[in-house]
């Protein structure tokens, strides 16, 4: 793929990961991209490296512009290997340049690299470094996504390169908003922030403040992952602020796993309780569906119905692991209840409700269990538990 033109000097060199289908247990079924960025002026500076495997296509992309003996700065916005791997060779090749990273990124840097990397400068927030005509501003960004983050600016240019915020994992042969379906790429987009960035509502809400404070013009977009927004940056912006606020409408979207359909027959009957009452309901059964699916769903939903059969006195394993995921993602202000079948102890609505309670989430309680095989009068208390939790969420 040839390099592609943000504005004048500026080129993404980046790679595209068209086969990565599984992001440390997040399902990307798209693929992903790794974005680099070469900026040129009377001085030139690489934005950020790609992940080790694709290290060949970042010297291909950056050779046909330029030599690497003429590189001046490499920025590290962000050490997560997936942007920092190629770091070690591409700093050899870049002999002559100096390397840039916030204060925990260089301490990151040492901690994944060693101390070839003591030589780090560090920078701050407001920090300026004049490459000629184009300046580059500095901004922290902790926890967007790890305490290293950091933006940095393009002043003249009008660019923001945020590495991880605003991205989405879509791998395609374009590169910019307005060449690719707008419907894929807010789907992608949303399904990036509902598994990677929703722990950190609060610190993007606050950060998103701080950009608009400082009246930042802002032409492009240029994230280190999928595609730059230019055509019209506040789109991604105000997603951004919509799902960082947890908006959530009149939905329910019901997990749950099942053994010998019983379970699964529940979930059937509890949406159409759910759906009766005018209310959306998506069912998402676990081994037919991946936990990163799920939670893209629950980004804008009001109550979550989770089910599991039981098994050996406790939930099913793969309740396990979605509660697990969900918890540690923190999705607020949604209601969540449990429901499940059993044969004779029970244990996994109980176990539910326990791990759900001990992460703060709000619980409504009872939830429905039947035994063994849902009769007429079971599927009745589960239709009338869907409409119970639809009249919940409308109140
Ligand atoms: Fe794309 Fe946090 O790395």
Same mark, same amino acid.
């Given at each position: ?9 500026v080129?993404?060199?980046g ?5 990565i ?8 079924n ?11 002026d009377e ?5 950020d490296?790609v ?11 950056v050779?046909?512009?330029t030599?690497?003996?003429?590189i ?36 990151e ?30 901004? =922290? ?21 945020p ?7 879509l791998?395609?042969? =374009?590169?910019?908003d ?8 807010? =789907? ?18 606050r950060k ?13 977009i240029?994230?280190s ?22 908006e ?15 379970t699964?027959?529940?979930a ?9 009452q ?27 119905l ?8 406790g ?29 004779w102890?029970g ?29 007429? =009068? ?18």
């Amino acid at each position: 793929m040839v390099n592609v033109v943000l504005k004048e000097g500026v080129n993404w060199v980046g790679a595209v990961d068209w086969n990565i289908r599984d992001f440390h247990g997040y399902n990307t079924n798209r693929g992903s991209t790794y974005n680099a960025y070469l900026i040129r002026d009377e001085k030139t500076a690489l934005i950020d490296t790609v992940k080790s495997q694709f290290c060949d296509d970042l010297i291909a992309h950056v050779e046909e512009l330029t030599t690497f003996d003429k590189i001046d700065y490499i920025i590290v916005n962000h050490v997560e290997m997936d942007h920092s791997s190629s770091l070690p060779a591409i700093a050899k090749l870049a002999k002559n340049a100096k390397i840039l990273a916030s204060v925990r990124g260089k301490d990151e840097l040492i901690k994944h690299y060693g101390h070839y990397f003591d030589v780090v400068e560090t920078v701050k927030t407001g920090d300026e470094l004049k490459l000629g005509k184009k300046t580059l501003r500095f901004l =922290e960004a902790p926890m967007l996504h790890w305490p290293d983050s950091m933006f940095t600016y393009d002043v003249e240019d009008k660019i923001l390169l945020p590495n991880d915020a605003f991205g989405q994992h879509l791998a395609c042969s =374009e590169r910019f908003d307005d060449e690719v379906d707008e419907h894929v790429l807010m =789907e992608e987009a949303a399904m990036y922030y509902a598994n990677i960035l929703m722990p950190f509502a609060p610190l993007i809400t606050r950060k998103i403040q701080e950009v608009v404070g400082m009246k930042l013009e802002i032409d492009m977009i240029a994230p280190s992952h999928g595609i730059i927004w230019r055509k019209d940056p506040m789109k991604i912006i105000n997603a951004y602020l919509k799902w960082s606020a947890m908006e959530s409408k009149n939905k329910v979207v019901i997990v749950f796993d099942t053994m010998w359909h019983s379970t699964d027959t529940m979930a059937r009957a509890i949406a159409d309780g759910v759906i009766s009452q005018g209310v959306e309901a998506k069912l998402y059964k676990l081994r037919a569906n991946s936990i990163s699916e799920a939670m893209t769903e629950i980004l804008d939903s009001k109550a979550v119905l989770v089910g599991s059969p039981t098994l050996n006195n406790g939930m099913f394993p793969t309740l396990g692991q979605f509660l697990t995921y969900a918890t540690g993602l923190k999705p607020k202000g949604k209601l969540w209840s449990f429901f499940g079948s059993y044969g004779w102890g029970g244990g996994a609505v109980k176990g539910m409700a326990d791990m759900a309670k001990k992460a703060g989430f709000e619980v409504y309680e009872p939830g429905v269990e039947v035994k063994f095989v849902p009769d007429k =009068e079971d599927l009745k208390k589960c239709f009338d538990f869907g409409q119970q939790i639809a009249q919940k969420i409308k109140a």
